[in-house]
């Protein structure tokens, strides 16, 4: 009788999980579909095919050019970090996952202060225009505070990138079977062993990294619209933030169902691919945060301290430079062309005192965002364990959520909203409803943090999923032949197990959530802006101290998540060895 009350009480969490999935995550996908339904005109666009060609060219090249160049690059820091006895390994590899949290306005912002125009090592090709361009003087000479092309946009994202081409790689090499390397070492030697077993037992990995960074990389309108690359998500955001003219017989909503239908078709085919790499190596991926126990595979010997350098050279340039250009742009005055440390702390002081209360907010947020989010995936995981429908209905949208670009879903949560508005004023007759304050006139972060939850559920599905699945079965049928209700379940079986990872996922969601724009910007309330977004618009008038020391402060935010993810793993390892 227990096990039967048991059963049917998860059965009903199981359709209440369903019910508002299907509003949070199946009510805007719906929509964006409609809106793609209504307005058929809107699929001439294809016969575009010049304006078509440019989007997808750049969006190929880009995506393109950052794996190729990251991939191998990240796969040999990564066996080096992960299976050598390299000096100081451990805290190399925390620095690299520290990397994975910088938020593209940042690193975008330390670039340009680096390289760009003013900046204390500029490039010559870092800064083009187009001679056509309205700001090119007829001298020649041009004014742009911003670099503009496929070059800086390429380098912006493959700094943004590498960090998690290392990580993911790492992992993939680190689970690979110690007792099939051994054999194809005793048998080939080392050229053997890497060649025959630890690269292609790594693969699965390697492939879901070059996914995930393709993804992030093409569905991302930071770097594209500071440097005016036109991509297939960065024409979704133009045309909703400054349309073309209508063309005769069109409406000004159509003008962005067009951008809509170029971009939308090729996120749904590469989510399409993803799902069928996804369900033939499922189970080949391996536990993002699950520890195994350490196997050098290669002895460096005298080439230890030369692998070291490289290792380094590299953190200098993903994390050392875009740092120390920030910290320079502060106390930069143009005029003098000097560093003033004055003007630097003058700097840093003005942001502090005017600043830090919006960051404060916008910190408190991301983590009470992030926990939400852990805790909830980690639910969702716990009941989808034993219903494939439930499993398939969450990995289904987390596909589509991954796949589609940031301004499509934040142009789908906006007209849910309006849809959501519209029903309630229906009912009370009224404009002025819980829903209209909360999600339309504000001030509310609530569109916000439903944009970003979404844009990151599926790194969170990715994070615990493996971990839930892995628990064993035996400890389920035991608890419920005891008679244990879903809640005791829940927490003698899934939370004891799961814990570590949801706290870790719950830290990478707030440290990711602090840098995401290219969805959440297009559906906030006023007066309810993330800081992150209040950095984007700063940095259209280019580096100067303010914006430095914003970006400064926006990166010691993350840095305080970071330590706290850190703080987290420590605590665990110590209450593992007691």
């Known amino acids: 009788m227990g096990c039967f009350i048991s059963e049917s009480l998860v059965t009903a969490q199981r359709r209440i999980l369903a019910a508002i999935w299907l509003v949070v995550a199946g009510l805007p996908l719906g929509v964006l579909a409609l809106e793609l339904l209504r307005h058929p005109a809107a699929w001439r666009v294809w016969t575009e095919w010049h304006r078509v060609f440019l989007l997808a060219k750049n969006s190929f090249l880009l995506v393109f050019a950052v794996c190729l160049i990251g991939l191998p690059l990240g796969t040999a820091a990564a066996f080096l970090l992960y299976r050598t006895d390299l000096p100081g390994r451990r805290l190399l590899r925390r620095i690299v996952i520290l990397a994975l949290f910088i938020p593209l306005p940042v690193l975008v912002s330390a670039w340009q202060a680096t390289l760009g125009s003013g900046g204390w090592w500029t490039a010559p090709g870092w800064s083009t225009s187009d001679p056509n361009d309205p700001d090119v003087a007829p001298s020649g000479i041009a004014w742009k505070p911003w670099a503009r092309g496929m070059p800086a946009a390429i380098w912006v994202h493959l700094c943004a990138s590498l960090p998690w081409f290392i990580w993911l790689a790492g992992i993939g090499l680190t689970h690979v079977e110690r007792p099939l390397e051994e054999d194809a070492l005793i048998h080939g030697g080392l050229w053997r062993a890497i060649g025959s077993a630890t690269l292609p037992r790594a693969a699965p990995a390697l492939l879901a990294a070059t996914a995930w960074v393709g993804l992030l990389t093409v569905n991302e309108i930071t770097v594209t619209d500071m440097m005016q690359v036109p991509t297939l998500a960065e024409e979704v955001y133009v045309q909703f933030a400054r349309p073309d003219p209508p063309q005769p017989g069109e409406q000004g909503r159509d003008v962005l169902a067009r951008a809509l239908a170029v971009a939308v078709p090729p996120?749904?085919?590469?989510?399409?691919?993803?799902?069928?790499?996804?369900?033939?190596?499922?189970?080949?991926?391996?536990?993002?945060?699950?520890?195994?126990e350490e196997f050098i595979l290669v002895r460096l010997g005298q080439w230890r301290w030369l692998g070291l350098a490289l290792i380094l050279g590299l953190l200098l340039i993903l994390v050392g430079i875009p740092v120390a250009s920030l910290l320079w742009r502060t106390g930069h005055t143009p005029s003098a062309a000097e560093w003033s440390a004055h003007r630097s702390s003058a700097s840093l002081r003005h942001v502090?005192?005017?600043?830090?209360?919006?960051?404060?907010?916008?910190?408190?947020?991301?983590?009470?965002?992030?926990?939400?989010?852990?805790?909830?995936?980690g639910w969702a995981c716990w009941l989808a364990r034993e219903r494939r429908w439930l499993r398939d209905m969450l990995f289904g949208t987390a596909i589509l959520l991954v796949a589609l670009p940031g301004p499509?879903?934040?142009?789908?949560?906006?007209?849910?909203?309006?849809?959501?508005?519209?029903?309630?004023?229906?009912?009370?007759?009224?404009?002025?409803?819980?829903?209209f304050r909360v999600l339309y006139s504000g001030p509310s972060l609530a569109p916000v943090d439903w944009a970003i939850g979404l844009r990151l559920f599926p790194c969170a599905l990715a994070l615990l999923w493996p971990v839930v699945r892995s628990i064993p079965r035996e400890l389920f049928e035991q608890a419920r032949l005891d008679g244990a209700s879903p809640w005791h379940e829940w927490r003698l079986v899934v939370w004891p197990e799961s814990a570590r990872v949801i706290g870790l996922a719950a830290t990478a969601v707030a440290a990711l959530a602090l840098g995401e724009i290219s969805a959440s910007k297009l559906v906030e309330t006023p007066g309810g802006q993330s800081f992150a977004h209040e950095v984007f618009q700063q940095m259209h008038y280019g580096v100067d101290n303010h914006l430095a020391a914003m970006c400064l402060l926006l990166l010691s935010a993350v840095a305080a998540l970071g330590a706290a993810g850190l703080m987290v793993e420590y605590l665990w390892r110590k209450m593992r060895r007691n």
């Open 267 to 292: 996120s749904l085919l590469f989510g399409v691919a993803i799902a069928w790499c996804w369900r033939r190596w499922e189970d080949r991926l391996p536990p993002l945060f699950v520890a195994r």
């Open 352 to 377: 502090w005192n005017s600043q830090s209360l919006f960051v404060g907010q916008s910190l408190a947020n991301a983590i009470a965002l992030g926990a939400l989010v852990a805790l909830a995936v």
């Open 408 to 435: 499509a879903l934040g142009i789908a949560l906006k007209d849910t909203i309006a849809i959501l508005i519209d029903a309630e004023s229906a009912v009370l007759r009224s404009r002025t409803g819980p829903l």
